[in-house]
């Protein structure tokens, strides 16, 4: 999907839940023999700016991390939404897990060649980044490639 569409499906929502679907190629092992995507759809918020989250605020008043910095791998292309990668100028959407805990399980669909598949029939091809993780692991927020997100609805 385009940044430009990203933007204006989501600019009148900020911070409000939106259903967002996007699907990748997994990174797998490089001596992988075959092709295996990932298709997410998860609850999300975005226009969000990073420095004003709760927790960061009281990270910051307890010591606990530093300031915010500034994002060293991509400039802003309109804040809070889209960044571009400096190096390859791909362009990325900010987005934030859901908050409530009947939003907060992603639903995730692997394919091998086209096919659905099962997660134990892909997870030996895995890298461990694209694994699955414990709720306790999830980001504050995170960045997805504009190209890769396939539709937002609310």
Not at 3 to 32: E, M, N, P
């Amino acid at each position: 999907m385009q940044a430009t569409v990203i933007v204006s499906q989501l600019q009148g929502r900020k911070g409000q839940h939106v259903l967002a679907v996007w699907q990748r190629v997994a990174k797998t092992f490089k001596d992988c023999p075959m092709l295996i995507t990932k298709r997410t759809s998860a609850w999300v918020r975005a226009g969000i700016a990073y420095a004003n989250l709760a927790v960061v605020k009281e990270g910051i008043a307890s010591g606990e991390r530093g300031e915010v910095e500034e994002i060293k791998w991509a400039e802003w292309i309109q804040y809070p939404f889209i960044l571009r990668h400096k190096a390859t100028h791909k362009e990325y959407v900010r987005l934030y897990p859901a908050v409530f805990d009947n939003l907060k399980t992603p639903s995730v669909e692997w394919a091998i060649d086209g096919k659905p598949a099962a997660y134990e029939q892909v997870e030996p091809y895995l890298l461990a980044s694209e694994k699955r993780k414990d709720n306790e692991d999830r980001p504050l927020c995170f960045t997805l490639c504009a190209d890769d997100v396939i539709a937002l609805h609310e």
